[in-house]
């Protein structure tokens, strides 16, 4: 396995239909583009077939999915377990790619992730639409205008650099999901004279059943919760059910009105700097006050 890719590639000249199957799908589309420029359709045809084929599998060295361990009192690490139900996608931000429709993978590895800003982003559209956004646009005739997030939204997510006089950093560290598994969709756009498909279009996905975590930390600065007046435990409770409808209910991929990035929660988990707990999310919501309560619980 070779991570500095691009140390690699410079000069190269790789045919993959006579390379070994390859760890990191991202090594291998890099090969299969040098390939594509003489044929591409080979290229593809040879990444569609392989690219399904091996697990992705890292050193444990680099602890990607570690879990989570808070520094300090009144700080929680958040972790819920879930597997896809419907396939996950996010366009790739690469300027060249074998295929149109690649999913987004990180940079040096090759790994197929959800960024933490798009959990961010994400999660607190789900809070919002928990405070009721849906009636609000409904009545602002499809608009957000004079939406204002609630404390116990800014408190987490923290607001906007000069949506108000005094800026606050939101108290939750969010952090990437990695995928090992890549499939593909495919759509199959039909001429209406002839009624027949005309070009398929391949998606590269996370197929469904994939196993990932949703991962996120509670860390407020000392007193934040009091400036804030806010509960720290109703502010994890309504958090913990968006997530819960985000992944469930709502979906958290690309194409979520085709149904998209919708999955089942496995377990759930909550890690102080002294305890822990293991279970459903409504096991976690019950727990919550005892995890605030405890000495050194609340920042």
Same mark, same amino acid.
């Given at each position: 396995?070779?991570?500095?890719?691009?140390?690699?590639?410079?000069?190269?000249?790789?045919?993959?239909?006579?390379?070994?199957?390859?760890?990191?799908?991202?090594?291998?589309?890099?090969?299969?583009?040098?390939?594509?420029?003489?044929?591409g359709?080979?290229a593809?045809?040879?990444?569609?077939?392989?690219a399904?084929?091996?697990?992705?599998?890292?050193?444990?060295?680099?602890?990607?999915n570690?879990?989570?361990?808070?520094?300090?009192?009144?700080w929680?690490?958040i972790?819920?377990?879930?597997?896809l139900?419907?396939?996950?996608?996010?366009?790739?931000?690469?300027?060249?790619?074998?295929?149109?429709?690649?999913?987004?993978?990180?940079?040096?590895?090759?790994?197929?992730?959800?960024?933490a800003?798009?959990?961010?982003?994400l999660?607190?559209?789900?809070?919002?639409?928990?405070?009721? !956004?849906?009636?609000?646009? $409904?009545?602002?005739? #499809?608009?957000? &205008?004079?939406?204002?997030?609630? *404390?116990?939204? /800014?408190?987490?997510?923290?607001?906007?650099?000069?949506?108000?006089?005094d800026?606050?950093?939101?108290?939750?560290?969010?952090?990437?999901t990695?995928?090992?598994?890549?499939?593909?969709?495919?759509?199959?756009?039909?001429?209406?004279?002839?009624?027949?498909?005309?070009?398929?279009?391949?998606?590269?996905?996370?197929?469904?059943?994939?196993?990932?975590? !949703?991962?996120?930390?509670? $860390?407020?600065?000392? #007193?934040q919760? &009091?400036?804030?007046?806010?509960? *720290?435990?109703? /502010?994890?409770?309504?958090?913990l059910?968006?997530?819960?409808?985000?992944?469930?209910?709502?979906?958290?991929?690309?194409?979520?009105?085709?149904?998209?990035?919708?999955?089942?929660?496995?377990?759930?988990?909550?890690?102080?700097?002294s305890?822990?707990?293991?279970?459903?999310?409504d096991?976690?919501?019950a727990?919550?006050?005892?995890?605030?309560?405890?000495?050194?619980?609340?920042?």
């Amino acid at each position: 396995m070779m991570f500095d890719l691009q140390a690699r590639l410079a000069g190269q000249r790789v045919d993959p239909s006579a390379s070994s199957a390859c760890d990191l799908v991202g090594r291998l589309s890099d090969e299969c583009l040098s390939w594509s420029a003489r044929n591409g359709n080979a290229a593809r045809g040879c990444y569609l077939q392989r690219a399904t084929q091996p697990t992705l599998v890292l050193p444990g060295e680099l602890r990607l999915n570690d879990e989570l361990a808070p520094l300090l009192p009144g700080w929680l690490a958040i972790r819920i377990d879930f597997e896809l139900k419907t396939p996950w996608y996010s366009k790739d931000d690469r300027p060249f790619h074998v295929l149109d429709n690649p999913v987004r993978k990180d940079r040096v590895f090759g790994v197929p992730f959800m960024s933490a800003s798009s959990w961010k982003g994400l999660l607190r559209w789900s809070c919002r639409m928990e405070h009721g !956004l849906l009636d609000h646009i $409904a009545k602002h005739d #499809g608009t957000m &205008d004079g939406w204002q997030d609630p *404390p116990w939204i /800014v408190h987490p997510f923290g607001n906007a650099k000069g949506e108000d006089e005094d800026f606050s950093r939101g108290a939750l560290q969010f952090f990437p999901t990695w995928f090992d598994k890549v499939g593909f969709e495919v759509i199959n756009p039909h001429d209406r004279a002839r009624r027949a498909g005309t070009q398929p279009i391949y998606y590269e996905v996370v197929p469904a059943g994939c196993r990932a975590s !949703l991962r996120l930390l509670y $860390a407020p600065t000392p #007193g934040q919760a &009091d400036r804030q007046r806010v509960d *720290p435990v109703v /502010v994890l409770s309504r958090l913990l059910e968006a997530a819960r409808k985000l992944v469930t209910v709502y979906g958290f991929s690309a194409k979520r009105t085709a149904g998209w990035g919708l999955a089942e929660i496995h377990s759930a988990e909550i890690r102080s700097k002294s305890s822990s707990k293991k279970g459903t999310v409504d096991d976690l919501k019950a727990a919550l006050r005892e995890f605030i309560d405890a000495p050194g619980g609340q920042a």
